[in-house]
């Protein structure tokens, strides 16, 4: 099954860019969906992004849909979260998780995760 690793989180100013990765060492990459999944702190988990096992669907909470982009390199095993003029109510815990069924994937259900990457935005 998949085995998540993610990267690139970091201190920001409000306007910056971060990119996030995350890297997969199972052995079956191109049959899971992925998505980017943020937890603020006191806040609920919050579906940032999700992308498709072709890369060529991908679903975009309201309030990231212009500023983030989600991809993935099947060759890579990595699927990535460019994201853009960043603000301090990005800040959070963002989470990398796969899943093999697009409906669960959509609704944020996901039964592999990584252990995180801390995104830290100052105003």
């Known amino acids: 099954q998949a085995q998540l690793v993610e990267s690139g989180g970091g201190l920001v100013q409000s306007g910056g860019s971060l990119r996030l990765s995350c890297v997969d060492s199972?052995?079956?990459?191109?049959?899971?969906?992925y998505a980017w999944i943020r937890q603020a702190p006191g806040k609920d988990r919050e579906l940032v992004a999700v992308?498709?096992?072709?890369?060529?669907?991908?679903v975009y909470a309201d309030d990231v849909r212009d500023r983030f982009t989600i991809s993935r390199d099947n060759a890579k095993s990595t699927v990535y979260l460019q994201m853009y003029l960043l603000k301090p109510d990005d800040t959070g815990v963002y989470f990398c998780?796969?899943?093999?069924?697009?409906?669960?994937?959509?609704?944020?259900?996901?039964?592999?995760w990584g252990q995180g990457t801390q995104v830290t935005v100052s105003s």
């Open positions: 199972g052995s079956w990459f191109s049959k899971y969906n």
């Open positions: 992308v498709d096992w072709s890369g060529g669907n991908t």
């Open positions: 998780a796969a899943e093999t069924d697009w409906s669960r994937a959509v609704e944020g259900i996901f039964g592999i």
